[in-house]
């Protein structure tokens, strides 16, 4: 079956600084196009950054500037490096995979990690 499981997760200070790990099983992970969304309590979830199978990133404004996303096709995995966070980062970041390109919306998602930014 198709699994996408997210780790890096956790409490951080403003200003710190966390690495997000997608793992992918099932698909074939080189031809999809992977993206981290987030969702925080009473608002609606936001594609944050997104990768295409050529290795082309785009950004939500948010989080433009202090987010990178990046694949390991060797791994099956994809990450999100976070940095400068602030508190209105914190929501359960999820990892998601498009068939072709995230335009067409995702098609799988997985489980979501908690990202708390807070003193």
């Known amino acids: 079956q198709v699994q996408l499981v997210e780790s890096g997760g956790g409490l951080v200070q403003p200003g710190g600084s966390l690495r997000l790990s997608c793992a992918a099983s099932g698909i074939n992970f080189s031809i999809y196009a992977m993206g981290w969304s987030r969702q925080a309590p009473g608002k609606q979830r936001e594609l944050v950054a997104g990768i295409d199978s050529g290795g082309n990133a785009n950004y939500a404004d948010s989080v433009k500037g202090r987010f990178s996303i990046s694949r390991d096709n060797a791994k099956n995995t994809v990450y999100l490096q976070m940095n400068s966070l602030k508190p209105e980062d914190t929501a359960v970041y999820y990892c998601?995979?498009?068939?072709?390109?995230?335009?067409?919306?995702?098609?799988?998602w997985g489980q979501g990690t908690q990202v708390t930014v807070s003193s």
């Open positions: 998601s995979a498009a068939f072709g390109t995230m335009r067409n919306g995702p098609r799988y």
